[in-house]
């Protein structure tokens, strides 16, 4: 859990330079979470995004027909930050739509999603909208975590502790350092729990194309914009604290198990979109191995790799 693992990196951080205050933002930013269920952590992640972010940045929630209190826990962030609109699905619409809302109504020039079980800093923040801007053809940006689903070696950062939010701040600000003057690195696909779009990307590309039902959303979004040119970049600098499993291990046992197993369900059945789309097999040893480098030179086809932003509008609660 959060707490033990803030603990011992308090230990780790004692007497060092405290990290920097809030990062003032401007509504040229958009910032998008979303969440089904898991409250506690999602209000932990608004608090650690309060924390890092000032300004009249702009956030937009989307509540996927949470079973507890998240709705709640939206509407509260939206007491605490005037620039937030709260959509609030009536099913269950899956991760893909969820992101579409937010990526579908942000009127921002660089937008950030992050999942409800991603905790932002100050130097997160900074670095990709730093990033971003310095490098106009980076597309889509990520961050490095302590875990990330694809599980890379450049992507996992162990994380060291910290007993208060401070400390972790602090952490963020040492990785941020550590890496300075670092090249950015190119991705074959995107991991989207936690990931910074232009605006240019989406005037070309559009938005998610929720064909695919809970994953591989992610995926046709970046190769798609590496078919329309952009790059997708790894940022080593900016790290997010990401809670393991945070959206599966605090249910009881037996939903767990069969969380696992829709997962498992969904993953195949998108993979199968994926591979129909692009006109593919699906290759031995996974995803790994699919033809990157061919399929980002694809001639891009507004057809095929241009998919119109949905409007959400049925779902945007008054207030």
Not at 120 to 137: G, H, K, W
Not at 145 to 173: C, I, Q, W
Not at 235 to 242: L, T
Request: hydrophobic fraction near 40%; aromatic fraction near 10%.
């Amino acid at each position: 859990m959060l707490v033990e693992l803030l603990k011992f990196l308090g230990k780790r951080l004692a007497g060092r330079a405290p990290a920097a205050g809030p990062l003032r933002l401007a509504p040229s930013v958009s910032i998008g979470m979303a969440a089904h269920g898991n409250a506690r952590t999602t209000r932990q992640a608004l608090d650690a995004l309060f924390s890092s972010a000032a300004g009249d940045f702009e956030l937009i929630l989307v509540d996927d027909t949470s079973p507890d209190d998240t709705l709640e826990v939206f509407l509260d962030a939206r007491r605490r930050h005037g620039n937030t609109r709260v959509y609030s699905f009536k099913r269950n619409l899956d991760y893909g739509e969820s992101v579409n809302a937010f990526l579908s109504h942000a009127r921002g020039d660089d937008l950030l999603f992050l999942s409800n079980d991603i905790f932002a800093s100050p130097a997160y923040l900074r670095v990709l909208l730093e990033t971003a801007a310095a490098n106009p053809d980076c597309g889509i940006l990520r961050g490095c975590s302590n875990f990330v689903d694809k599980g890379s070696p450049l992507h996992m950062v162990p994380l060291e502790g910290g007993e208060t939010r401070e400390a972790y701040f602090a952490f963020a600000e040492e990785i941020a350092e550590r890496h300075r003057g670092g090249a950015l690195i190119d991705e074959r696909y995107l991991v989207g729990d936690a990931f910074m779009v232009t605006r240019r990307v989406l005037d070309r590309i559009g938005t998610f194309d929720t064909r695919f039902v809970g994953y591989f959303t992610d995926v046709d979004f970046g190769l798609r914009a590496q078919i329309a040119g952009f790059r997708v970049v790894l940022e080593r600098r900016a790290f997010a604290f990401h809670q393991t499993h945070g959206n599966i291990a605090y249910l009881p046992p037996d939903a767990q198990q069969e969380r696992w197993q829709r997962r498992r369900d969904k993953v195949d059945a998108a993979a199968q979109a994926f591979v129909d789309k692009y006109g593919l097999q699906v290759p031995e040893g996974g995803i790994a191995n699919f033809p990157w480098n061919e399929m980002a030179h694809r001639p891009f086809d507004p057809a095929l790799h241009r998919v119109a932003p949905k409007d959400y509008s049925e779902y945007l609660l008054p207030g």
